[in-house]
């Protein structure tokens, strides 16, 4: 039985603490900021990923070819695009530069918003988003809410291409053991 390629990608679609602006017009602007608490209840129990919100599903929780964590810098995800063939497209994209950004799709629990004046005398709304109650989905994307969000290729494995290295430098090593012991007992061979 083949095995699918693994076709992975990683990247954050959410960031903690840095706020984004959703909406600006000349006297109004309405930025939004997801606290680094905010997935702490949060239900992931069967999260997907799509490309914009909608579609085609590319990648879920519950079959394995999806994970969401939490970490101190955000919403981290890696996706396993391999299994379908518009996955592996969306991996050529992705890979190509084409796409580059993420968003996630959730239901809010809990909120904070703040009004402030800016310097320039613009009215300021800040939403502050404490809780998140569940989180349906992650998306690639052509346009970002957050343009701090991030999606690549995960180079193979990283871990996988350094173990490789090592496993090569190792039987270099053996290699020129081998081959000083030959020259050695030649060496010594010749000199009796």
Do not use: C
Request: charged content about 30%; proline content about 2%.
């Amino acid at each position: 039985e083949a095995r699918e390629e693994e076709k992975v990608v990683r990247g954050y679609a959410s960031t903690f603490n840095e706020p984004y602006t959703l909406y600006e017009d000349d006297n109004w602007r309405l930025d939004e900021v997801v606290d680094a608490n905010a997935f702490a209840t949060t239900d992931m129990s069967d999260v997907i990923m799509q490309y914009d919100h909608e579609g085609r599903v590319f990648a879920r929780l519950s079959n394995g070819t999806l994970t969401v964590t939490p970490d101190e810098r955000g919403l981290l995800i890696e996706a396993n695009l391999g299994g379908t063939e518009l996955g592996r497209q969306l991996y050529e994209e992705i890979q190509g530069g084409y796409t580059n950004k993420m968003s996630f799709g959730f239901v809010v629990d809990g909120d904070e918003v703040t009004d402030t004046k800016g310097a320039d005398g613009k009215s300021i709304t800040t939403r502050r988003i404490t809780s998140i109650r569940k989180l349906y989905d992650v998306s690639a994307v052509s346009i970002p809410a957050n343009d701090a969000t991030s999606i690549s290729v995960r180079s193979l494995a990283d871990g996988e291409i350094n173990r490789i290295r090592a496993e090569r430098l190792e039987a270099e090593k053996l290699e020129l053991a081998r081959h000083r012991a030959e020259v050695r007992a030649r060496a010594i061979g010749e000199s009796k």
